[in-house]
């Protein structure tokens, strides 16, 4: 795939099977990640891989925090432990704040977003299917916890990854109009 194709055309893809990516993959989908863009390098990002047994206890996980704390609803709760059987593979992304006098922590998490982005990218040309998911399961306290992930960063998604269970659809393109001619006010009095 080209790499236009590749921008204009990325679909995430929710109905994934096995196999997951295999370890070749896997290398082209962190090499993708370690390439994003990242002021001064720190690359902020942390991937926790989740696959095997490991989906369901982040299931058991989801279901306590959907039982136990606010911002989840009745369907969240009947759901919770099913959702990340939805794929054979997760990767929790999430920040590694470094205090640093030139990189705001927006920025880091701008280069963790990024890396998100990339990984799914790296998913869609390599025929694998990807999606990114958050929902109140991303801002969970219980669920950093019981990630190892301190309570100062950020989730900054879920990406489900496998093989798509059906071919990809491509969406049609979007049509705003997000270019405008730029409108720069300067106060002449100062
Ligand atoms: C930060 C972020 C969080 C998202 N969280 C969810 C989510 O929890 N559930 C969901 O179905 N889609 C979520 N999405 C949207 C999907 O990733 C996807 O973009 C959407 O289904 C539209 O499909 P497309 O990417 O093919 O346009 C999220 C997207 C972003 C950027």
Same mark, same amino acid.
């Given at each position: ?19 997951? +990516? ?24 942390? %991937? ?10 982040? $299931? ?23 959702? +990340? ?5 997760? *990767? ?7 205090? #640093?006098?030139?990189? +705001? ?8 977003? %990024? ?13 694998? $299917?990807? *999606? ?10 219980? *669920?950093?916890? $019981?990630? $190892? ?22 969406? +049609?393109?979007?049509?705003?109009? !997000? ?5 720069? #006010? !300067?106060?002449?009095?100062?």
């Amino acid at each position: 795939m080209d790499a236009i194709s590749l921008l204009t055309q990325r679909s995430s893809m929710p109905r994934l099977i096995a196999p997951a +990516p295999d370890d070749a993959a896997m290398t082209l989908i962190k090499r993708a990640a370690l390439r994003v863009p990242d002021h001064m390098n720190l690359m902020p990002v942390r %991937c926790d891989l989740v696959l095997g047994d490991d989906l369901s206890r982040l $299931g058991k996980l989801f279901a306590q925090a959907a039982a136990h704390e606010e911002g989840f609803n009745e369907r969240d709760r009947q759901r919770a432990a099913q959702l +990340p059987l939805r794929a054979p593979l997760i *990767i929790v992304v999430s920040t590694v704040y470094e205090a #640093h006098p030139s990189v +705001p922590a927006l920025e880091q998490y701008a280069t963790a977003a %990024c890396a998100t982005m990339a990984m799914q990218q790296a998913c869609f040309t390599l025929n694998y $299917g990807a *999606i990114w998911r958050s929902g109140a399961y991303a801002q969970s306290a219980m *669920i950093k916890q $019981g990630l $190892g992930i301190s309570q100062d960063n950020e989730i900054v998604g879920f990406l489900y990854i496998g093989t798509p269970a059906v071919p990809t659809p491509i969406k +049609p393109e979007r049509s705003k109009d !997000i270019f405008q001619p730029v409108n720069i #006010h !300067i106060n002449e009095e100062k």
